[in-house]
């Protein structure tokens, strides 16, 4: 199949990765057309444990003579628990193992035959009855099933015959099980031991034909994919989705879950999930339950046990759900609604759903009202094969990844003129090496698959449209409304994974780059600017792309950044202003979009390319996103602005060492060019100092730049040389930001290098201006006294000479520390330095226990004083009821004719409270 291979990034720029080219497969059943998306990966894919199906392999696997184990089995530990040992099938029947005894009977004959009574029911097992209704659940729909990929015929290799007509025995035991998951018709290798408990009954879904081997097979092969998603259940719909290739959708039980599915599909099968305590293939720890709890066994409803949806009918405001148990042994309905509930059924509920009294005597199938079914069940899975959707595009990366973020190939659908579905279906792929790990392995957490609305005119996030979280396989559904409409498609996972997008009518659908989404008339105008990235060495700066943007109107614009995983964080973006020589802000390799105005040089687009390890080069892509199209994408008609490209012709490098001077300078240098054009300069020193670049044009300061260790002018513009008795036109002066770097003695130097990138051929050389003038003051003292200079130096040489000698030995060096001092003399000063140091620690310590005390101390003396103050204002709220309660015996006493008013309780609490409340106020 043709393949489109995308990176798959690992760092925080995840969303930079950079698609190549697009393979399209039209082959495919009823029409329908899938394209499928691989990235490139250099690991070693975990799906190697699970090659995909193809007949030439299959014929090709070798089955020896010798008995075989497969290693890679491993009971749950549900089942683990109940284990007792293995048998091969012979020892348990002496006739010849078969995949399935067909009784020389038909396909169709074989389906009908099949029911709960074929499997062995003599233990209580619990996974065994809920492995058995799933069965029950697949064969309920063999119409929709093509009868090659019919449960037994899943079993490989076919049984062969002897001449006699005796069907030859497997003699290794080795069996293939073809299984669908991750995206694709699976292999999965097992064996025929049949894992028993101490009473010798088959712990797995056994035949009641003791020589019939597909329900064991299919079940280890069933386990040992369930038990590679460390948290994966029974009922989360892995176990029909590898049986049948159906995608499973989860739909929350709730007043609308009906609109959802909207008119049953004809080859869909519904499940209902009940509630019960989930059959994890993993213990996982205790969580609180998320409705109401469940009533397990209930008015005959068994958790262990699939119910198949046939139908629902809605009735005086309400709905009715048929439904069937897939394994009907002991899970009918005894509720409202039952087959036994006569009360119930009218004639007009009869009518409405064809329920008659003959049918509820004696059939498996029964009703239910929508109120009861939410308290029974918990969700509901939609199982659709790939075959109802008329066209289908895929992207998939089987590999093991870290938990990060990565952002697939743009979703473009044309809805036309009414609003459309489009179906996500997602696959994660199984961790192989979960299989190994102990029961308490750390659960993996689940993967997101996010679709938001494509928004180029903004860093910030489109809102998300559509959101899908699972552990293993899932599908979630995208309205679109009409028109034409751009996704942005983020997929958040720690494994490999398969992902689809598919429409169930004939509608525009794809799933690939931006610029062939623009190029159907969605999203933004792109124009693309193709580079390679050669090899460089570790530390080596260079520009990988310059590119020119002359703008004509005003324009919104964006550039963004695709590159090859090699590449990863060794990329720097910058937009400059040519006229300004001001860098537009970018954001994670993105330029913030903005209006772009006309000015006289327009604006470059540089990427700069630098790394601390080796780098083996790849590919590189400086996007474009604008509102009007460029002279590329419109070459025959008036474009918003035009593109042009330069590349770096002139590399050159200076390195040297650093002596402290007053006026702080690394070097000075003058660049000339015969051409007009642009040029950029790195300066990189070592120590981590501070250092900085600046460039003048007679004198004149253009541009500036710092950094610690390191700093960068990318574009620098530059004209020709006219004049050549005219000085230089630009002065480039490297220095270390003052006081950055101090040298410990007198010698020492710091190393620097730096290099110059250009578009057109540089003249670089020291700029000797301060040499030559001083020079020329010199000659100018020569000429108006002749013999100046030698007569100067007549007299250094002679003071020299007649200096007097001084013994460097004898010199009072108290107080003084020489550079170079005796062994003892050090230890005796380090000695001193530690005691000084330790002295100083100590004080330290003591004046912090100091100042905690005090801080304790003060915080106590305010507790005090508050305390005080409360209880001062206690006792004059006191004295204020006695003074209150004299006043009232001197009125009563005084005034014998006044009647006082009594107050209510409830009033005098609120007097007390108020007057309370104004005293503490004050």
């Not at 497969?70 to 193992?97: I, M, N, Q, W």
């Amino acid at each position: 199949m043709a393949t489109k291979k995308l990176s798959r990034p690992s760092s925080a720029v995840s969303p930079n990765s950079l698609p190549a080219k697009v393979g399209i497969n039209s082959a495919s059943r009823r029409g329908s057309s899938e394209r499928v998306m691989k990235p490139s990966v250099k690991s070693v894919s975990v799906m190697k444990s699970f090659p995909e199906w193809s007949d030439t392999t299959v014929s090709s696997e070798k089955f020896l003579k010798q008995a075989f184990e497969d290693v890679g089995f491993f009971l749950p530990p549900p089942l683990k628990s109940c284990f007792h040992e293995y048998k091969r099938p012979a020892e348990l029947c002496a006739e010849t193992a078969v995949i399935v005894h067909t009784d020389s009977l038909d396909f169709a004959s074989l389906v009908g035959k099949l029911s709960v009574e074929s499997f062995k029911q003599d233990n209580d097992n619990e996974w065994v009855g809920l492995i058995v209704s799933l069965f029950m659940c697949v064969a309920a729909n063999h119409k929709s099933i093509p009868e090659e990929s019919f449960l037994w015929n899943l079993v490989y290799p076919r049984p062969s015959k002897a001449k006699d007509g005796k069907v030859l025995p497997n003699a290794a035991g080795k069996y293939l099980v073809k299984l669908f998951f991750a995206g694709a018709w699976r292999k999965v290798v097992v064996d025929d031991r049949v894992p028993l408990d101490v009473h010798g009954r088959p712990i797995l879904p056994f035949s009641v034909v003791a020589n019939e081997l597909w329900p064991l097979l299919l079940s280890k092969a069933l386990i040992k994919v369930l038990l590679s998603y460390s948290n994966s259940s029974l009922y989360d719909g892995t176990f029909v989705h590898c049986l049948t290739s159906w995608y499973p959708q989860q739909l929350p039980l709730g007043p609308d879950c009906w609109q959802l599915i909207g008119q049953r599909p004809v080859d869909a099968l519904i499940v209902a999930v009940p509630r019960h305590k989930a059959i994890t293939v993993r213990p996982v720890p205790p969580s609180p339950p998320a409705g109401p709890p469940a009533d397990e066994g209930h008015e005959g409803l068994s958790a262990a046990t699939a119910y198949i949806v046939l139908g629902w009918r809605a009735c005086d405001a309400d709905v009715l759900v048929q439904l069937r148990p897939a394994k009907p042994s002991g899970a009918g309905w005894n509720g409202r609604y039952s087959n036994t509930d006569h009360n119930s059924w009218t004639a007009e509920l009869e009518a409405i759903t064809g329920h008659t009294a003959e049918l509820r005597a004696g059939g498996e199938s029964f009703w239910m009202c929508h109120e009861d079914f939410v308290k029974r069940f918990e969700e509901l899975q939609v199982f659709r094969a790939l075959d109802t959707f008329s066209s289908r595009e895929s992207v998939h990366c089987l590999d093991r990844l870290p938990f990060t973020s990565q952002e697939l190939p743009y979703l473009y659908v044309d809805g036309g003129e009414s609003e459309r579905r489009v179906s996500v279906l997602f696959a994660l792929a199984p961790d192989v090496e979960a299989s190994e790990r102990s029961a308490v392995a750390e659960l993996t957490p689940p993967s997101v698959v996010t679709f938001s609305e494509f928004q180029w005119d903004s860093l910030a996030a489109g809102s998300a449209v559509a959101r899908l979280r699972t552990s293993t396989v899932g599908v979630q559904t995208l309205t679109v409304p009409a028109g034409k409409h751009v996704y942005r498609c983020n997929v958040t996972s720690a494994r490999g994974y398969h992902l689809s997008v598919a429409a169930s009518d004939q509608q525009s659908l794809s799933l690939e780059d931006l610029d062939k989404v623009a190029a159907k008339g969605a999203g933004p105008f792109v124009t693309d600017i193709e580079t390679i990235v050669k090899p460089q060495e570790a530390h080596a700066w260079n520009i990988v792309a310059k590119s020119v943007v002359s703008v004509h109107e005003p324009v919104l614009l964006s550039a963004q950044l695709l590159f090859d995983e090699s590449l990863a964080s060794s990329l720097r973006l910058q937009v400059i202003n040519n006229d300004t020589l001001q860098a537009e802000p970018v954001v994670q390799l993105r330029s913030v979009p903005r209006c772009f105005v006309p000015n006289e040089a327009g604006y470059s687009v540089v990427v700069e390319c630098k790394s601390g390890q080796k780098l083996s080069g790849g590919k590189l892509k400086v996007r474009l996103l604008s509102d009007k199209a460029s002279k590329a994408a419109a070459p025959h008609r008036a474009a918003a602005f035009e593109l042009a490209t330069e590349q770096i012709k002139a590399t050159q490098d200076f390195a040297g060492a650093y002596a402290a001077n007053k006026f702080d300078v690394i070097y000075r240098k003058t660049v000339q060019a015969a051409d007009k054009g642009t040029f950029g300069v790195q300066l990189a020193a070592e120590g981590g100092c501070w250092v900085r670049l600046e460039v003048f044009d007679n004198g004149v300061k253009l541009a500036e730049a710092e950094g610690r260790s390191c700093c960068t002018l990318s574009v620098v513009p530059i004209q020709p040389v006219v004049d050549k008795k005219a000085k230089p036109g630009l002065i480039v002066q490297a220095s270390i930001v003052h006081g950055a770097w101090r040298p410990e003695l007198p010698t020492d130097t710091l190393p620097w290098k730096s290099r110059f990138l250009s578009v057109v051929a540089l003249v670089i050389k020291p700029d000797t201006e301060r040499e030559e003038k001083h020079a020329g003051l010199r000659q100018t003292w020569e000429q108006g006294q002749a013999g100046r200079a030698a007569k100067a130096k007549k007299a250094r040489d002679q003071y020299v000479q007649t200096a007097p000698k001084v013994d460097p030995i004898k010199l009072d060096v108290s107080g003084v520390v020489s550079a170079v001092l005796p062994k003892e003399q050090l230890s005796e000063k380090e000695a001193a330095r530690k005691v000084t140091v330790e002295l100083f620690e100590q004080q330290k310590r003591e004046l912090d226990v100091k100042r905690k005390a005090d801080k304790e101390a003060s915080l106590d003396n305010r507790m005090q004083v508050q305390t005080q103050l409360q209880l001062s204002r206690q006792e004059f709220c006191l004295l204020q009821e006695e003074e209150q309660k004299h006043r009232d015996a001197y009125n009563i006493k005084a005034f014998p004719n006044l009647v006082l008013e009594e107050k209510k309780p409830e009033e005098k609490e609120l007097a007390k409270s108020s007057k309370g409340k104004r005293t503490v106020e004050k």
